[in-house]
């Protein structure tokens, strides 16, 4: 008896100590050090939660940059997608993160590459095919990458200036502006935040 009195206050000691003592600590150290971080990094435009600076999102208008391929849209859906189809399955797989794992020889794969490569091509009619920075037709491994780099970024300045009356210069100037080197000068590449780059012009545009 005496050990599994010994055993069950152990127990009742670490559940108290692993399990509600420690989260509130380090919950409440995160919240009073780095807050915006510990809350999901969260951007504000207008008063408004528009994202987060660490998942990526769909921009389709042609006054937007666009950003990465998402294999599972960004975790975005319309009501239309949570509707099953024929075979009583819906596009809508609840939310998740991660890619499609296709190999390079996968056809479903050299398909939608050269859908995304003719829809660029469309929106950026002054881009030369083998010009585009493959980060643009490529996915990340999660799916909700909120960068691209530099040069995906400015290859779409001509079509992104047309459409939204912003001079090149002003865009060069923000996409410079929110461009982050490489972390702690040697880790991943540098890249640019699409959607902080986007609400900048949403601002100038006073869009809402």
């Not at 809350?39 to 940059?65: C, H, W, Y």
């Not at 890619?99 to 050299?110: D, I, V, W, Y």
């Not at 992104?160 to 080197?181: F, N, P, R």
């Amino acid at each position: 008896m005496k050990i599994i009195k010994k055993s069950i206050l152990i127990s009742i000691t670490f559940m108290v100590l692993c399990g509600l003592i420690y989260p509130l600590l380090m919950t409440g150290i995160s919240q009073l050090i780095v807050n915006k971080q510990a809350n999901g990094s969260m951007i504000t435009a207008d008063g408004k939660e528009v994202g987060s600076e660490l998942i990526g999102q769909s921009f389709t208008d042609p006054r937007f940059f666009r950003g990465r391929v998402s294999s599972v849209n960004y975790n975005t859906y319309t009501e239309a997608d949570t509707t099953p189809d024929d075979s009583g399955k819906a596009a809508y797989a609840g939310v998740g993160s991660g890619s499609q794992n296709l190999a390079p020889s996968n056809e479903a794969l050299k398909e939608r590459v050269e859908k995304d490569i003719n829809d660029f091509l469309t929106a950026n009619p002054g881009v030369k095919k083998e010009d585009i920075p493959t980060d643009l037709l490529t996915s990340s491994g999660s799916g909700l990458d909120p960068n691209i780099s530099p040069e995906a970024a400015k290859i779409q300045i001509p079509a992104v200036s047309k459409a939204s009356g912003i001079s090149e210069s002003d865009l060069q100037k923000i996409i410079y502006k929110y461009t982050e080197g490489r972390t702690l000068g040697i880790f991943g590449e540098p890249r640019v935040n699409v959607l902080k780059v986007n609400i900048e012009i949403a601002t100038i545009l006073k869009i809402k």
